[in-house]
Nanobody, 114 residues
Framework: QVQLVESGGGLVQPGGSLRLSCVAS????????MGWYRQAPGKERELVAS???????NYADSVKGRFTISRDKALNTVYLQMNSLKVEDTAVYYC????????WGQGTQVTVSS
């Protein structure tokens, strides 16, 4: 049973933008703080941004001012708008609950390269 489906990744030049989407099952999304995570090759998975059910957002210092997280309750969807992308943003991006993440989806690959 697929519970998290990420999409929107791709290849973009430094300075470019991408918008990621994550459709979650209602059991995961409703009432939960959701997060976007990323994992670069050879590195641990890290939290990039989170958003509470009430819309309060928090960001890792590395993306603050460049990324914006949002959510659409009607669509059970979490978004990550990524602007001013840098080479070091290259990673597979995942979404999941912020507190006690469950099974992970396939993620979406973001590659920033000239």
């Amino acid at each position: 049973q697929v519970q998290l489906v990420e999409s929107g990744g791709g290849l973009v030049q430094p300075g470019g933008s991408l918008r990621l989407s994550c459709v979650a099952s209602s059991g995961i999304f409703a009432g939960n703080t959701m997060g976007w995570y990323r994992q670069a090759p050879g590195k641990e998975r890290e939290l990039v941004a989170s958003i509470s059910s009430g819309g309060t957002a928090n960001y890792a210092d590395s993306v603050k001012g460049r990324f914006t997280i949002s959510r659409d309750k009607a669509l059970n969807t979490v978004y990550l708008q990524m602007n001013s992308l840098k080479v070091e943003d290259t990673a597979v991006y995942y979404c999941n609950k912020f507190f006690r993440p469950g099974s992970w989806g396939q993620g979406t690959q973001v590659t920033v390269s000239s």
